[in-house]
């Protein structure tokens, strides 16, 4: 009797080099420089919004508005959506790569990561720009920011 | 009686040696269904290594225990072997590196096939070797009789990826080999580093390319696995980087 344990990898045949654009280098090369925008721009939103001023305690509806009725802030949150998405999805995509077996749950997986970076893109994308800084009703007279009683 | 006589006889040092318990993943395709692990008590010595463990184990207890070795002194890369969970060479190994207040765990290689208690199937890993082309491509033939001149910097710019033995300790630590079935590994890589920095090679760009593949350097995660294994000290995922670099920029 002669046991032969499964293999522990199985090396099937290199893939035909298929012309075209190099998604694995670019991803690559895009983790490398996402990564590096993110350091800057999340740690500017943190110290924006936890350090400066009267720092924590000046988080309400009014102070989010006030920040996202400005272009320049919503550019920056934009920019960081869509960065830390991308570049979140593509980490998922590669510890799939990484730890599914089966063609099958690989292909399932990277749907569903594929379905949530772009629903939260769109949606986040969505908010930043459609945001009403000054909604209408009694309600929201204390919480809005100031500059909403002048207009 | 003024003459100098021996006030003591001289006592030889003795060298204190203690049992240590090595625990081995033992398989044997003959009899076994799966590997088991064994324990074994050997008497050594703090300046002996796992080798002579293994050695004194093969010859003194139990002849059946399988395992590779041939210089047994760090050059050919035949003993790779998982010592205590790390990639060792076990002919590099000294005992009194290791914790023997507790058995000292030794096994294959991971990632590739097992055959026989220490012993491997290496093919997997020569093909992936083979396949970045690890000689000399030189579009100029060289003076007759004389050598292929280099300067000392351009010697020194691949000095490091020189010198692999091919033990397989890093391509057999990645966890990225071990999953993949398409990952080149360190090794492979080393070895392409090796050629495609040689101001001698004209064959980079070709390396290059087949490094270039989806499978290639880019499913490097840097987990600097394969520079903490390699017994010879060479920092491998720099060389990997180094790669990576040479592929964006596109020469070496």
């Not at chain 1, 400005?70 to 991308?86: C, E, R, S, Y």
Request: hydrophobic share 45%.
């Amino acid at each position: 009797m002669a046991t032969t344990l499964e293999a522990p990898r199985s090396p099937y045949a290199r893939s035909a080099r298929k012309n075209g654009v190099n998604w694995e280098k670019w991803g690559w090369l895009y983790m490398r420089v996402s990564g590096v925008l993110l350091v800057v721009l999340i740690f500017g939103h943190l110290f924006v919004n936890l350090m400066v001023g009267e720092g924590v305690s000046a988080l309400n509806f009014a102070f989010v508005s006030g920040k996202l009725a400005d272009p320049f802030w919503q550019i920056w949150d934009v920019a960081m959506l869509w960065l830390a998405l991308i570049h979140g999805g593509n980490g998922m995509r590669t510890l799939v790569n990484d730890y599914a077996a089966t063609p099958l749950t690989r292909g399932i997986f990277k749907t569903a990561i594929l379905a949530a970076v772009v629903v939260l893109i769109v949606l986040g994308t969505l908010v930043v720009f459609t945001f009403d800084p000054c909604p209408a009703g009694a309600a929201f007279a204390d919480l809005n920011p100031k500059f909403c009683s002048a207009l | 009686m003024s003459t100098s006589t021996l006030d003591k006889p001289v006592v030889p040092e003795t060298i204190a040696s203690f049992t240590v318990t090595f625990n081995i993943r033992r398989f044997n395709p003959e009899v076994d269904d799966e590997p088991h692990w064994q324990d074994f008590d050997v008497q050594m010595y703090p300046t002996d290594r796992v080798l002579d463990a293994l050695h004194k184990i093969k010859w003194e207890q139990d002849g059946s225990l399988s395992f590779r070795r041939s210089c047994a002194h760090g050059i050919c890369g035949s003993d790779a072997m998982r010592i205590n969970g790390r990639n060792r060479l076990a002919c590099k190994t000294l005992i009194k590196d290791l914790d023997i207040t507790k058995p000292v765990y030794i096994e294959a290689i991971k990632g590739l096939p097992l055959e026989k208690d220490l012993i491997v199937d290496m093919e997997p890993f020569f093909d992936s070797f083979k396949e970045i082309q690890p000689f000399l491509m030189s579009n100029v033939a060289a003076t007759p009789g004389k050598e292929r001149v280099q300067t000392v910097a351009q010697r020194e710019r691949f000095d490091d990826t020189t010198k692999c033995i091919l033990c397989a300790a890093c391509t057999s630590s990645c966890p990225v080999f071990w999953t993949d079935g398409q990952y080149f590994g360190p090794a492979a890589i080393v070895n392409a580093h090796r050629f495609i920095f040689d101001s001698r090679d004209d064959n980079a760009a070709v390396r290059l390319d087949i490094l270039n593949d989806q499978e290639g350097v880019w499913r490097c995660r840097t987990t600097f696995n394969c520079t903490e294994a390699c017994p010879r000290g060479i920092q491998v995922t720099q060389a990997i980087s180094e790669v990576k670099q040479a592929i964006m920029r596109g020469r070496a």
